[in-house]
């Protein structure tokens, strides 16, 4: 939650000094009698959320997350289209939407402009070893990558290992890990429905249903089927959770690698989830229709915890050469830190800045060990 907080703060200032895309929409989290104490919780939790590391109050008497809880009417008042069913909301004002091809080129632009930096496009990490030195400051980490069509790797040694290859974060740590020690892994995929249709007329405002009540509930697997919007008007709602089950080898272990016609059709939106979809969309907005749905896109939710895991926040771990796999226990300061980042599912894009934040400021600067955020 702090990240989130710090990196809307830090989001939404970057996006005003590099002229990205976006717009404070603000959010209504809805709920159907019998869910009002979802809501009220938030709310009491938003009203004692203390201001997040780097960040300092404008003032005294200013909440970090301000948020208000609303009735159903004054819900419509907001968002006509929705359901008389609605009893109650909560309404967060400084939630917003974010052109993310944009902003994903003003990150490239700044690694690209600064003195040292360099981007490396279509190269595959395909191996990395700890280099235990018995000199501190030659320890570091053999990487291995392949560049496009080329058939011997480059080989590198870094000081300094930041893993945040997203889906692969946990897979390129597991590739070093004996199998007593790896990160056990979950897979789902997320598929999101475009919609053109009655209903949504009026609407202007992203749209939550509560996650963790009603028949298609995913409890802290999902937010629910939401309606979110793009920066020219577009409707789409989504993601569900349809947990994969992936192919695996003889011992047991989750092929990655090969069998890549399942990743493959993991990823090509159907019409197979539409009709639950509908389901879950109409118990707040009544007059979607389901011929108005369509499947618009779908990806792979790598997960840290499974369908029954509960809640699990994103995961920072630092590993060092020369205690990494034993019980070697030494001074923290001693550099040479590969810094791995696990489960930043969303708000991980909202979050993002703060992430880089706490990696540089506080683990790179700090050298902290191993933390979860």
Not at 129 to 158: E, F, I, M
């Amino acid at each position: 939650m702090r990240l989130c907080l710090r990196g809307r703060h830090l989001l939404y200032d970057h996006c005003q000094k590099h002229n990205v895309p976006f717009k404070k929409t603000g959010k209504l989290i809805v709920a159907l009698p019998g869910q009002e104490s979802y809501i009220q919780g938030l709310h009491e939790k938003t009203k004692k959320l203390p201001w997040p590391s780097h960040s300092q109050s404008p003032d005294s008497q200013a909440r970090v997350l301000p948020t208000q809880l609303i009735s159903g009417d004054e819900a419509r008042e907001l968002e006509p289209d929705l359901s008389q069913d609605i009893v109650a909301a909560l309404w967060s004002p400084e939630t917003g939407i974010v052109d993310s091809h944009t902003l994903m080129e003003s990150f490239e632009k700044d690694i690209a402009d600064s003195e040292s930096g360099e981007l490396a496009y279509s190269t595959t990490v395909v191996r990395v070893d700890p280099y235990r030195s018995k000199a501190v400051d030659d320890r570091g980490w053999v990487v291995q990558t392949l560049t496009g069509d080329a058939s011997s790797p480059d080989v590198l040694l870094a000081k300094t290992l930041i893993n945040c290859s997203g889906l692969n974060g946990s897979l390129i740590l597991n590739s070093l890990l004996p199998k007593e020690h790896r990160i056990p892994m979950w897979f789902a995929r997320g598929s999101y429905a475009s919609y053109k249709g009655p209903g949504v007329s009026q609407v202007s405002h992203l749209i939550y249903p509560c996650p963790h009540t009603g028949r298609t509930a995913h409890a802290f697997q999902s937010l629910g089927t939401h309606l979110t919007l793009d920066l020219d008007g577009n409707i789409k709602f989504g993601p569900d959770v349809d947990w994969l089950d992936p192919p695996s080898s003889e011992k047991g272990d989750i092929v990655y690698d090969a069998n890549q016609d399942f990743w493959q059709s993991a990823l090509v939106p159907d019409e197979s989830r539409l009709r639950t979809m509908h389901e879950a969309i109409t118990e707040y907005l009544p007059n979607i229709t389901f011929d108005g749905l369509a499947p618009d896109y779908c990806g792979i939710r790598p997960k840290l915890v499974g369908p029954d895991g509960g809640f699990q926040d994103f995961v920072v771990r630092v590993d060092h050469p020369e205690n990494f796999l034993n019980e070697i226990k030494e001074d923290r300061n001693h550099g040479s830190p590969m810094i791995t980042l696990m489960g930043i599912e969303s708000p991980g894009l909202t979050a993002s800045l703060a992430l880089a934040e706490i990696v540089v400021d506080d683990i790179l600067c700090g050298q902290e060990g191993h933390k979860s955020q």
